[in-house]
């Protein structure tokens, strides 16, 4: 599971829907990310989901701190989350503290009920605009997903992971070109979701994305602002 130690540090308070400097979205999207299977719900309060990793963490010298996560969501999905229901957890690391012998990690969102995932996932292909012009090795740019639904911070978030690490776009690196863009997630029939590259959804809202229903992800990259 790796080791993390614990930090002295907060959710910082990010504008959420508000454009973003490529320099705070860097911070944001170069955190690590939790990612954990089937683990129970064992506490809330108020609008925190709390869960049990149920492993063992390193903090300083010492490795047997319970590894705990604490999801916060927006007051209209929280009833939807009990104690005693088992999760899927993807989401940002935004801070940790210990309490106790407890290393407890937030992030916002995040969710799936194991119960809810009903397909088995697959590879999803994007199209690369840049300035209107489409990259031809589109097939190369790809996120394989293991289980549907999956929550729309984790299509966010890992595309945008995969476009800050390659070694043409470097979205959001200090020498990357691109100043604006966007992306949609198309399939049949379904509402079109998708994210402005430059600002920071709300993911306390927890929405869910049904993969076996979708074809493909359009990216549009631009390197001027004014698009």
């Known amino acids: 599971e790796g080791t993390i130690n614990i930090k002295d540090i907060y959710s910082p308070r990010w504008d959420v829907d508000k454009t973003l400097s490529p320099t705070t979205l860097r911070e944001i999207y170069n955190r690590d990310t ?9 506490g809330k309060r108020g609008t925190q989901v709390i869960m049990d990793a149920q492993y063992k963490t390193k903090v300083w010298e010492f490795d047997d701190y ?3 996560i604490s999801s916060n969501l927006h007051p209209s999905v929280e009833g939807k989350f009990n104690v005693g229901d088992n999760v899927d957890v993807f989401g940002l690391a935004l801070s940790a503290e210990v309490f106790s012998k407890d290393q407890i990690h ?15 996932g697959k590879t999803i292909y994007m199209n690369v605009f840049i ?3 489409k990259k031809d090795d589109t097939s190369k740019y790809k996120i394989t997903f293991e289980k ?8 966010d978030v890992r595309l945008r992971k995969s476009f800050m690490l390659n070694d043409e776009i470097k979205l959001y ?14 399939g049949s029939g379904e509402k079109e979701e998708g994210a402005d590259l430059f600002k920071y959804p ?3 809202y927890n929405n869910l994305i049904d993969i076996d229903k979708k074809s ?7 390197t001027n602002k004014e698009n």
């Open 131 to 133: 300035d209107g012009h």
């Open 34 to 42: 939790i990612k954990k299977v089937n683990k129970p719900i064992t």
């Open 148 to 155: 549907s639904p999956v929550t729309f911070q984790e299509v």
């Open 216 to 222: 493909h992800i359009d990216v549009y990259l631009f």
């Open 106 to 120: 937030s992030i916002n969102g995040g969710l799936v009920k194991v119960n809810e995932r009903k397909g088995a």
């Open 173 to 186: 690196q200090y020498d990357s070109k691109v100043l604006s863009g966007n992306w949609e997630f198309h």
């Open 202 to 204: 709300d993911y306390r």
């Open 66 to 68: 319970n590894f705990i």
